[in-house]
């Protein structure tokens, strides 16, 4: 007996991984490395002992809940690029940079609060942890604002479109995947201080 041929119409098209989002990927498991770092070393000191035990400010919950929306308005703005609504994919890419940029005045509140309460990027380590860390990705933020406005030029020349969705859609994961990532980050803040 021979095995029956699948018809043409029952064959699946296998899905290949876009080279540049191979690469993307692979960026991000190292920008996960580095942080996962930061958190092991910060685990590690803080059992050493000298570690100030303080209230995180407000201004990281604020950064939550703008990074939270953020993500919305950046799927939101993908989704539109399917349909080919162009109008509303730069409402969704501005109001995503918008965001975005309220995510880094949030994060400087928060570093005001910080000093006010007298803690400092110099002086106790769970401060200078702090600091570093939170400013780090506030840091790669700031590089995903930077691919968003380039983005946003892309949608005028028409160069994002159904048929043309690896950079939104790039730019869409290493945003979902920074905004994962400061949840991540607040969350643990929460547990160990």
Same mark, same amino acid.
């Given at each position: 007996?021979?095995?029956?041929?699948? &018809?043409?119409?029952?064959?699946?098209?296998?899905?290949?991984?876009?080279?540049?989002?191979?690469?993307?990927?692979?960026?991000?498991?190292?920008?996960?490395?580095?942080?996962?770092?930061? @958190?092991?070393?910060?685990?590690?000191?803080?059992?050493?002992?000298? *570690?100030?035990?303080?209230?995180?400010?407000?201004?990281? !919950? *604020?950064?939550?809940?703008?990074?939270?929306?953020?993500?919305?308005?950046?799927?939101?703005?993908?989704?539109?690029?399917?349909?080919?609504?162009?109008?509303?994919?730069?409402?969704?890419?501005?109001? @995503? %940079?918008? /965001?975005?940029?309220?995510?880094?005045?949030? &994060?400087?509140?928060?570093? +005001? &609060?910080?000093? +006010?309460?007298?803690?400092?990027?110099?002086? +106790?380590?769970?401060?200078?942890?702090?600091? %570093?860390? @939170?400013?780090?990705?506030?840091?790669?933020?700031?590089?995903?604002?930077?691919?968003?406005?380039?983005?946003?030029?892309?949608?005028?020349?028409?160069?994002?479109?159904?048929?043309?969705?690896?950079?939104?859609? !790039?730019?869409?994961?290493?945003?979902?995947?920074?905004?994962? /990532? *400061?949840?991540? !980050?607040?969350?643990?803040?929460?547990?160990?201080?």
């Amino acid at each position: 007996m021979e095995a029956a041929v699948p &018809q043409p119409s029952v064959v699946k098209k296998r899905q290949k991984l876009h080279p540049k989002e191979f690469l993307m990927w692979a960026f991000l498991v190292s920008v996960f490395m580095i942080f996962a770092g930061f @958190t092991s070393g910060y685990i590690v000191r803080r059992a050493d002992g000298n *570690w100030l035990e303080f209230v995180l400010p407000t201004g990281f !919950l *604020w950064s939550t809940i703008v990074v939270l929306l953020s993500s919305i308005s950046m799927q939101w703005a993908v989704n539109m690029a399917r349909k080919d609504n162009l109008d509303k994919v730069k409402i969704g890419v501005v109001l @995503t %940079i918008l /965001l975005g940029i309220g995510f880094i005045f949030a &994060q400087f509140n928060a570093y +005001n &609060q910080l000093v +006010n309460m007298g803690l400092f990027l110099v002086g +106790n380590p769970s401060s200078s942890f702090l600091y %570093i860390i @939170t400013g780090m990705h506030a840091l790669h933020i700031v590089s995903a604002i930077i691919v968003l406005f380039v983005i946003f030029a892309n949608v005028f020349q028409y160069k994002v479109h159904s048929k043309s969705m690896l950079g939104i859609r !790039l730019a869409s994961i290493f945003w979902h995947f920074l905004g994962a /990532l *400061w949840v991540y !980050l607040y969350v643990f803040f929460l547990i160990m201080n």
